[in-house]
Structures are given as C-alpha cells and as structure tokens.
C-alpha cells in the first residue's frame, strides 16, 4: 500500500481516539448521576462547554498546525487531550467535569485541521475525497466502538476507569505517530513530485497566489466562499453534535434503555455514519474520475447527503428498532455531507492555507453544536420533549446546503482575483 494511503489510515485512527473520547460522557452519564447528579440543561451545557474549547481550539488549531507543521502539531495535540481526557477520572462534581471537559475540546480542535493539512499535502485532487472519507470513517470507528466498549468497562468497573482507559489509547497512538514522521515525509514528498501529471495540473490551479504568505484570518473573513462554508457547517454540525451527546441518553430516557442495552444498540447509527463517509467521498471521487468537474462531483453528492436528513423527524413515531434505523439513515447522511463539506477548502485554497481556512470551517460548525446543546438542554427541561428537538435538527443540512449554492457558485482553485471580489 503506497504510504499516503497508510497514512489516511493513521490519522483516521487519531480521529476514531478522539470520537471515543468525545463519547466517554455520553455513554457513562448514566452511572455518572449516581456520583454527579445532572439535569438535561447541566448536560447541555457540558456539551457545549467542550464545544466552546472546541470551536476556539479548531480556529486556532489550524493556524497552529500551519505554523508547526503537521507532524509536530499532531502530536502535541494528542498528547495535550489525552491527558485532558484522563482528568475527567478526577472530577467530584459538574464544575469539574465542566474544566475537563473545556480542556478536551481544547485539545481536540485541532485534530481535523491537522487530518485537513494532511489530506492536502499527500494527495492529488482526484484522489482528496476518498482520503478524507477514510479519515472521517475514523469518527464512526471511534463512535462505534464507545458504547460496547464503555458498557463492558461500566459493568466490570468505576465509570472513572473509562476516561483513563480513552487517555491510554490517545497516548499510545502519539508513540505511533512519532515513529511513523518518515510515512508523512514519503507522502509529502509524493505530493510535490513533478513528473507526475496529475499532480502538476493540481499544482498549477494553485500556482497564483502561492507567492504570498500566510492570509490572515481578517483577508479569510472577506471571502463569501469561507462564509458559505462556515454557515453551512453552523447549521449542519448542530444537528450532528446533537445526535453525538444525545443519542446515549435519548435511549436512556425515551427509551428506557440501560448500559448494556445502549451498548447493543447505540453503536449501529455510527456504524452508518462511517459508510456514510467512504460512500459520499467516493462517489464523489468516481464522478471526478468519469469526467465529470470538481464542482458538479461535489455538489450532487452533497445534495443527495443533505436530502436523507429529514428522516429524523419521525424517530419518536415508530418502534425502537425503526427509530435505529432512521438514525442510521440520517447519520449515514450526515458523515457523507461531513467528509465531502470538509474537502471543499482543499478544492478552493492553495495548501498554505488550507488549515486556516478548516479551522474557521470548524469553528462555525462547533458553535452551531454549542448553541444547539444548550438550546435542547433547556427544550427538554421546559417539557417540550425530544419531537421539537428532532423536528429542528431535521432540517438544517437542507438549509446548510442551499447555502452552499449561494455563496459558492463553483468549487474550483479561486485565483487572487476571485479573492478580492
């Protein structure tokens, strides 16, 4: 296997560590309240809490990642959130849990501009789709394994051995990392290999403006193209972000659902989502590879991702078998939307900058979970029940992708003249 290929596999283990981090809390709140107790609001609140770190961190994160370099800037952000992750084993009451978890969205901001950075510099655009849809196959791996594995940790042990167990695996796949800097080298250096033609055309639609430096998130702001695709990501990565704190806790309580049931249950909408990753970014890539242009590829597969979401809105009507179902068809839709959403920056800006430019992507789509775990949280606690909630969230990947319509008429290389009108 040529080693840009093991190296998507690399990083997707990094993101699989991060999602099974993300899901310790979720999965282990329920034996959590027996030493914390926490209503729905606290637990939306919690939620966001790491997504403020998150959605600062990921901003933040890819001007780090640019200036570091991917290799460095991936380990220190793995090492910092898996000790992140490994304090929460230490927290006696919300506060607590409320800094660990502000210092693991903090810590794990960084991961998809780095993930972003890597895709760009390795391969060539005909290729980028499916990489970042191995990559982001990480986030259902991660997901899929969270809830069996937590359940098995949770019914032998303390719920506080959960957050240690997740900091272990962060820490040993850093060591990973460390020793496989050659692979990143091999790859990098394939990236910039003249003699072969498909590379050199992806470089020449990067070749105006790659004399300038770094744009400063100020010149990144002007563009309608960033902010389509922030928007887009606020409104889509609400409902996502949603579905990843709540889940767990949705069977809990509407369900009636206990740990080894979630554990059965809750990992097959992820399972979904991961195939959902490697079917949007491939069949986008297919479409490339019959000739089809860059900006049809994206935008039909994005479209057709975004037309599953609705189903949502009928989880609470139909039996709990039904209802896994919807949610696997609403999270294969949104992992196929996440892994083509995430490529458009490397299909519109040079490699300089492309990690700037997904850290802003990122920080938009953070901010829309912090406000939509904050806004379900207070919904529940107010009685308006889990039917409002998925009634929202069932639409915004549809109005997310009109917006990309809007603001993005083609996705092509954008020259120094598209980017000052």
């Given at each position: 296997?040529?080693s840009?290929?093991?190296?998507?596999?690399?990083?997707?283990?990094?993101?699989?560590?991060?999602?099974?981090?993300?899901?310790?809390?979720?999965?282990?709140?329920?034996?959590?309240?027996?030493?914390?107790?926490?209503t729905?609001?606290q637990?939306?609140?919690?939620s966001?809490?790491?997504?403020?770190?998150?959605?600062l961190?990921?901003?933040?994160?890819?001007?780090?990642?640019?200036?570091?370099?991917?290799?460095?800037?991936?380990?220190?952000?793995?090492?910092?959130?898996?000790l992140?992750?490994?304090?929460?084993?230490?927290?006696?009451?919300v506060?607590?849990?409320?800094?660990?978890?502000?210092?693991l969205?903090?810590?794990?901001?960084?991961?998809?501009?780095?993930?972003?950075?890597?895709i760009?510099?390795?391969?060539?655009?005909r290729?980028?789709?499916?990489?970042?849809?191995i990559?982001?196959?990480?986030?259902?791996?991660?997901?899929?394994?969270a809830?069996?594995?937590?359940?098995?940790?949770l019914i032998?042990?303390n719920?506080?051995?959960?957050?240690?167990?997740?900091a272990?695996?962060?820490?040993?796949?850093?060591?990973?990392?460390?020793?496989?800097?050659?692979a990143?080298?091999?790859?990098?250096a394939?990236?910039?290999r003249?003699?072969?033609s498909?590379?050199?055309?992806?470089?020449?639609?990067?070749?105006?403006?790659?004399?300038?430096?770094t744009?400063p998130?100020?010149?990144?702001?002007?563009?309608?193209?960033?902010?389509g695709?922030?928007?887009a990501?606020?409104?889509?990565?609400?409902?996502w972000?949603?579905?990843i704190?709540?889940?767990?806790?949705?069977?809990?309580?509407?369900r009636?659902?206990?740990v080894k049931?979630?554990?059965?249950?809750?990992?097959?909408?992820?399972?979904?989502?991961?195939?959902?990753?490697?079917?949007?970014?491939?069949?986008?890539?297919?479409?490339?590879?019959?000739?089809?242009?860059?900006?049809?590829?994206?935008?039909?597969?994005?479209?057709?991702?975004?037309?599953?979401?609705?189903?949502?809105?009928?989880?609470?009507?139909?039996?709990?078998?039904?209802?896994?179902?919807?949610?696997s068809?609403?999270?294969f839709?949104?992992?196929?939307?996440?892994?083509?959403?995430?490529?458009?920056?490397?299909?519109?800006?040079?490699?300089?900058?492309v990690?700037?430019?997904?850290?802003?992507v990122?920080?938009?789509?953070?901010?829309?979970?912090?406000?939509m775990?904050?806004?379900?949280?207070?919904?529940?606690?107010?009685g308006?029940?889990?039917?409002?909630?998925?009634?929202?969230?069932?639409?915004l990947?549809?109005i997310?992708?009109?917006?990309?319509?809007?603001?993005?008429?083609?996705?092509?290389p954008?020259?120094?003249?598209?980017?000052?009108?």
């Amino acid at each position: 296997m040529p080693s840009r290929w093991r190296l998507a596999l690399l990083v997707c283990v990094a993101i699989a560590i991060s999602y099974l981090d993300r899901q310790s809390l979720p999965v282990a709140v329920a034996a959590i309240q027996h030493d914390i107790p926490l209503t729905n609001t606290q637990f939306g609140a919690l939620s966001s809490v790491f997504l403020l770190a998150y959605a600062l961190a990921y901003a933040g994160g890819g001007v780090l990642i640019d200036r570091l370099g991917t290799r460095r800037g991936f380990l220190v952000i793995m090492v910092f959130w898996s000790l992140a992750c490994a304090s929460h084993s230490l927290a006696i009451n919300v506060w607590m849990l409320a800094g660990s978890r502000f210092l693991l969205g903090a810590g794990e901001g960084g991961g998809f501009p780095a993930a972003t950075k890597v895709i760009a510099e390795a391969f060539p655009v005909r290729e980028r789709s499916t990489a970042m849809g191995i990559v982001n196959a990480g986030t259902a791996v991660g997901a899929v394994v969270a809830p069996p594995a937590i359940a098995a940790i949770l019914i032998y042990g303390n719920w506080r051995w959960v957050f240690v167990a997740c900091a272990a695996a962060g820490l040993l796949w850093a060591a990973w990392w460390s020793l496989s800097a050659v692979a990143l080298a091999k790859a990098d250096a394939f990236a910039r290999r003249p003699l072969r033609s498909q590379l050199r055309r992806d470089e020449s639609d990067f070749a105006e403006g790659t004399d300038e430096n770094t744009l400063p998130w100020t010149s990144l702001l002007k563009l309608r193209q960033v902010w389509g695709l922030v928007g887009a990501k606020f409104l889509t990565d609400a409902a996502w972000f949603f579905y990843i704190a709540w889940l767990p806790k949705y069977l809990y309580d509407a369900r009636g659902f206990d740990v080894k049931q979630v554990g059965y249950y809750a990992w097959v909408p992820f399972a979904a989502s991961g195939i959902g990753s490697l079917t949007g970014g491939w069949f986008s890539s297919w479409l490339i590879g019959r000739g089809r242009s860059v900006n049809f590829a994206r935008k039909l597969a994005l479209g057709l991702s975004a037309a599953m979401m609705p189903v949502i809105i009928f989880v609470t009507h139909v039996p709990v078998e039904w209802a896994i179902v919807l949610f696997s068809i609403a999270f294969f839709g949104q992992q196929s939307w996440s892994t083509l959403v995430m490529i458009v920056p490397t299909d519109l800006f040079e490699r300089r900058i492309v990690a700037s430019v997904a850290g802003l992507v990122g920080f938009g789509g953070a901010m829309g979970g912090l406000a939509m775990n904050l806004i379900a949280g207070r919904l529940l606690d107010l009685g308006f029940g889990y039917q409002t909630v998925f009634s929202v969230v069932g639409t915004l990947h549809v109005i997310g992708f009109c917006v990309i319509l809007l603001t993005i008429r083609e996705i092509r290389p954008l020259s120094r003249l598209d980017r000052r009108t």
